[in-house]
Nanobody, 115 residues
């Protein structure tokens, strides 16, 4: 059974930093592209960043230069380092993996950027 759990969200002031983590069990973690999505109220869920099995990264234009995605295949952990946070980064952040053709999501972790 695939299980995904996110953590690390919270309230931060503009310009601050947070580090999100995601653990995934039930899959051979190192083989899959792993994704961070986010969804804010009234908006569609959007891809923030992803990392392939060989470590290639991809970022949404809105977070380039501020966010960094990384993976630890030994601990089956995905991370998202978020720096210089802006109010528009406020959202619920979700970890996602597609396994055997099906999408799997965690429950998300809330990030709020506010003074």
């Amino acid at each position: 059974q695939v299980r995904i759990v996110e953590s690390g969200g919270g309230l931060v002031q503009p310009g601050g930093s947070l580090r999100l983590s995601c653990t995934a069990s039930g899959i051979n973690f190192r083989l899959y592209t792993l994704n961070w999505y986010r969804q804010s109220i009234g908006k569609q869920r959007e891809l923030v960043a992803n990392i392939t099995s060989d470590g290639t990264t991809n970022y949404a234009d809105s977070v380039k230069g501020r966010f960094a995605i990384s993976r630890d295949n030994i601990r089956s952990r995905l991370s998202l380092q978020m720096n210089n946070l802006e109010p528009d980064d406020t959202a619920t952040y979700y970890c996602h993996v597609r396994f055997r053709g099906s999408p799997f999501w965690g429950r998300g972790t809330q990030v709020t950027v506010s003074a």
